[in-house]
């Protein structure tokens, strides 16, 4: 563990899902996908997700605003005194600029600057662990780190692989400085990346590589989520335990001091792998890809205010997240657990 001039730790967390929900009904009565409910529920996990209305201008970036919202109003802070806005996500309101600089005008965050992070469903950790250097190191005091998704606007719907797996949410979480005496800290963090991973999950279109109207062979699908399910799936089980055992290795820690295990919400079937692997008990993790799906860079925050929600974490519980994701990227963090406000 690196010895930092300023503790940080997350004082805050809050959601915001669309109200519409999609459940696996959804694409083979209204899309007419060759899907059933069973197929979804037994490899997947996933009972229903939520989708952004963007004909009522419904976006990550509203969505994102509003979680970052009750976020501030939780804390009971001026939107004025965020020094930062870090956004993760892979589907932001434009090209350019940054979605985060969207969501620093919605909430009035006037002396923040603002940016994002594209690390797919490790962003919110890569969000995390920048927040927390940049709180740590003594330059800034209030910072929002955001996971955000509206998945289902990059989704193609012709394709039962990969559009039944996703939905939108936004988690937002308030990195703050705080005292010795403040019973919460981001105690550690741990990050990796396997760059010649990613062809294996990735979206072709957005990109200088496959242009709109180029002639290439994924052309017209140029905005394609591709992956190679099998793939992923072996790797997100050996990465997350991996990274699990060396993150308890290196803070001479065993599972039993772990109040929650916060895993990525990909696929049930991968979390019961990794809970197999290391023989941890389910019920100290947080599972809720049954009710939202894989969110992508928003798993982990919004699966850490659910469990808040349901009283699952108490203040100086140590809270263990872990994920895994296109990149390929994955990563774990140690947090020793403030208690945010309900
Ligand atoms: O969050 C980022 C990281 N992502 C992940 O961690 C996801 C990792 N991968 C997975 O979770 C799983 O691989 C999937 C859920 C994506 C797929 O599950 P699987 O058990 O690996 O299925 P599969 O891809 O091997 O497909 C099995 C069969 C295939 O048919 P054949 O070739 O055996 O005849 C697919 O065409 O299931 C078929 N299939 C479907 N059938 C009904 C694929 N999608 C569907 C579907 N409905 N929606």
Redesign the pocket.
């Known amino acids: 563990m690196i010895q930092s001039i300023q503790a940080a730790a997350i004082t805050s967390c809050a959601n915001s899902f669309p109200e519409e929900i999609r459940p696996n009904s959804y694409?083979y009565e209204q899309l007419g996908?060759?899907?059933?409910d069973e197929?979804?529920r037994s490899?997947?996990g996933v009972q229903e997700r939520r989708a952004v209305r963007a004909e009522q201008g419904e976006t990550c970036g509203t969505i994102s605003a509003e979680a970052a919202r009750r976020c501030i109003e939780l804390r009971g802070i001026d939107p004025e005194e965020i020094d930062a806005v870090i956004l993760a996500t892979i589907s932001g309101d434009l090209g350019f600029p940054a979605t985060a600089c969207l969501v620093q005008d919605i909430i009035g965050a006037k002396n923040a600057f603002a940016f994002d992070i594209s690390g797919?469903?490790t962003g919110y950790l890569y969000t995390l662990a920048t927040a927390a250097a940049m709180v740590e190191c003594g330059r800034f005091r209030k910072v929002l780190a955001i996971g955000a998704e509206a998945m289902s606007a990059i989704l193609d719907y012709n394709e039962?692989?990969?559009s039944?797996?996703f939905g939108d949410g936004a988690g937002a979480t308030l990195i703050e400085a705080v005292p010795d005496s403040h019973p919460g800290r981001i105690l550690d963090i741990q990050m990796g990346t396997d760059g010649s991973g990613a062809k294996h999950?990735y979206r072709t279109g957005g990109g200088s590589l496959h242009l709109p109207g180029a002639d290439h062979p994924d052309f017209p699908k140029t905005a394609k989520v591709y992956?190679n399910?099998?793939v992923?799936?072996r790797l997100?089980v050996q990465r997350m335990s991996q990274v699990i055992e060396q993150m308890l290795e290196r803070n001479r820690l065993t599972l039993d001091d772990i109040g929650l295990i916060v895993p990525?919400q990909?696929?049930i079937?991968?979390i019961d792998a990794v809970c197999e692997r290391l023989s941890v008990s389910k019920e100290k993790v947080a599972i809720y890809v049954d009710r939202f799906a894989?969110t992508?860079a928003a798993t982990l925050p919004t699966s850490m205010r659910l469990a808040v929600d349901e009283g699952r974490v108490a203040e100086g519980d140590l809270v263990l997240l872990a994920t895994?994701?296109?990149g390929l990227t994955w990563g774990a963090g140690l947090l020793r657990w403030a208690g945010a406000p309900k």
Not at 33 to 36: M, P, R, S, V, W
């Open positions: 694409f996908l060759e899907t059933n197929w979804i490899r997947t797919a469903c039962r692989t990969t039944i797996l999950l992956q399910g099998r992923v799936y997100a990525h990909a696929n079937r991968i894989n992508t895994f994701g296109a």
